[in-house]
């Protein structure tokens, strides 16, 4: 499997013709990365840090989040408390997504924001990628089944049909069938040490930038 954090990596036609332009031209001047901490976003988080500093310029990490019932019911019975937490656990993922995907925050790169945003994941990132010279970053999760696909298509679709800045988009990882499903269940039950009491498991929350 090819190695798609490195930027010579990524296949070529995941990248549109105005992303390849832009970087055989340098005229990057903001990487901006949609994350959620699906395998998918961790790729395209990679992917991005290397571009940001190949190119020298700012890294900026975008996760949104709703409220699971979405907002319009939530609008109904809103819950301050249960929005907090859920802001919380979304922060939380973020810290996560970058000691998953690279460890720790990378020390060897210009200014690295990471970014909470309430709202769909496809605004969230049309919204975060609004200078010029943008560079927006996603990934694309090899989903089995047609209500998956169907679903990442349709945040795919929104961002690359609808962004101002060029889109790249990064492959996620081929896993044989139940690897998916393990990793996932690995990844919502952290490792207990001997005498260390248990922690609640992270709250559900709505859907998140990238797939």
Known sequence: MSDASHPDAVDRAAVDPAAAEALAEGTVRRVVVGVSGSLASLAALRYATALARRESVPLLAVLAWEPPEGEGLYARRPDREWARLWGEDARDRLRSAFADALGAAPADLGPVERRIVRDAPAAALR??????????????????????????RRVLRAVQDHADCPVLTVPGPVLRPGEARVLRRNARVPPVLAGTPTRPSRIATGGSAGA
């Open 127 to 152: 919204a975060a990628a609004d200078r010029p010279g943008d560079l927006l970053v996603v990934g694309a999760a090899r989903r089995r089944g047609v209500l998956a696909r169907l679903r990442r």
